[in-house]
């Protein structure tokens, strides 16, 4: 069956790192747009990132232009968000999306906490 799963999250201060992992399994990875959304308590869930299926092409939130960086590797089935500079308005659960035309799957999500 169709599995992403995310890891990476934890607890960090203001201006660290983070690096996320999404493990894909159960459909063909490498034909699908892989996104990075994220959804702060209180507030509805946003685009952070997208990369096209090839890798050739990613598209960034204004919030996050300049600091975070996502990548996916298509022979590993993976997909990464490097988180630099962090701040604590990054908190949030970040999910991991696959999509293709009408086909969309979800992870289950990490939880990130920039705080000190």
């Known amino acids: 069956q169709v599995q992403l799963v995310e890891s990476g999250g934890g607890l960090v201060q203001p201006g660290g790192s983070l690096r996320l992992s999404c493990a894909a399994s159960g459909f063909t990875f490498s034909t699908y747009a892989m996104r990075w959304y994220r959804q702060a308590s209180g507030k509805e869930r946003e685009l952070v990132a997208s990369?096209?299926?090839?890798?050739?092409?990613?598209i960034y939130a204004e919030s996050v232009k300049g600091r975070f960086t996502i990548s996916r590797d298509n022979v590993k089935n993976m997909v990464y968000l490097q988180m630099n500079s962090l701040k604590p308005e990054d908190t949030a659960v970040y999910y991991c999306?696959?999509?293709?035309?009408?086909?969309?799957?979800w992870g289950k999500g990490t939880l990130v906490t920039v705080s000190s």
């Open positions: 999306n696959a999509l293709r035309e009408v086909m969309m799957y």
């Open positions: 990369i096209s299926s090839t890798g050739g092409t990613a």
